[in-house]
């Protein structure tokens, strides 16, 4: 394979690790601030890992966060892979 992709990946693949330590963080912090009120009603009645509103898609993490998540994430936004992919990129550069 070539020595470009490989080094891509092997970069990618630490982006992943450093994305998940910074999700647990962010988690950790939201848990703390909210007192553990992370899920509304809907998401409570729905079973939804409040982990999984950290990652992925904003409508659904807005769907079943509690209105104290909510106001976190006003002041400690949400951060996809997608943008700290990017933040990390540009510090590279």
């Excluded at 990618?12 to 007192?35: C, K, S």
């Amino acid at each position: 394979m070539s020595a470009y992709f490989d080094q891509a990946i092997d970069q990618w693949r630490a982006a992943r690790v450093e994305y998940e330590l910074f999700l647990e963080a962010a988690y950790e912090r939201a848990e703390t601030a909210t007192n553990g009120v992370l899920l509304n009603a809907r998401g409570k009645r729905a079973g939804i890992d409040a982990y999984t509103l950290f990652k992925g898609n904003e409508t659904r993490a807005l769907a079943y966060a509690s209105e104290e998540l909510i106001e976190h994430w006003r002041i400690h936004p949400r951060v996809p892979f997608c943008r700290f992919e990017r933040d990390r990129m540009e510090a590279w550069s």
